[in-house]
């Protein structure tokens, strides 16, 4: 269970976060959905016990993070978005000394398991810096995993990967859920957070403008896209249903298209911008 109470935090003269409310339940996969700049890593980096807020509360597992660091530590796993491997050893020796770190028990077996889990037992023995991005990213995750932790928080996990290796990652990723652990990931995919997770806090300038499944953050704006253009300029109309949509569309014929609508669309809604 994460929970975050009010959660701001101030640096000099920019606000990262203001007022973050969130409860994330046991065994959730929810993401924090955003722009650059928005505020999720600071999230992330406040629930890790990484940075301290300016004000505001935070539990891991009814752990305080800034009162209690040390016990929340032992119940969390973190992947960081930059890949912070050390690639002249092999994905073995990182596993090991990590592991050797942090006092995991039956370590061998752990990282035979991981291996396993990440389809990367063949590899455990090559240099990291062979390996492709998502294997890169595969073996990060999976050295997040090491003490068994019941939560798990991903900063932006398939940033910079192609399309067919992000879904590979996102494979792991539900496994992850299916087994239970409690996920928060950070993303600016919105395909990442529509097809991946129970929910979706849509961070903004630093604030939490919407929290919902996808699927009910969709129906909020209407179920239906109408794109038309008039004189060159893309227009975008929400609607209710396809039927509302298809009349629509008969009004007007320049390069009309329907669609559903997206997390994308709801983004524009609240907040007049695009996403990416
Ligand atoms: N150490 C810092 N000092 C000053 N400003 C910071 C610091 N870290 C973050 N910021 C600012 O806080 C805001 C939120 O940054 P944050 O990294 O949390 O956003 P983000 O949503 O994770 O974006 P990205 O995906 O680009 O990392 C940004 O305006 C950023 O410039």
Redesign the pocket.
Known sequence: MIIAAGLT?I??S????QDLNLQVAPGELFA?L????????????ILTTL?KPTRGQAWIQGFDVVKQPLLVKQRFGVCP?EINLDKELTAYENLLIYGKLYQTQDLKNRIRELLELGELTTRAHHLVRTFSGGQQRRLLILRALLSRPRVLFL??PT?GLDPQIRRQIWDLIQQLHNDGITIML?T?YIEEAEKLCDRVGI?NQ?RLIAVDSPQALMRLVGGYVVESTDNGRRHYQLVRDRDQAYALAQEDHQGIIIRQANLEDVFIQLTGQRLQ
């Open positions: 935090k640096y000099l920019v606000t990262a976060l924090l955003g722009p650059n700049g928005a505020g999720k890593t600071t999230t992330i980096k940075t978005q900063d932006e940033v950070t600016h961070l630093g």
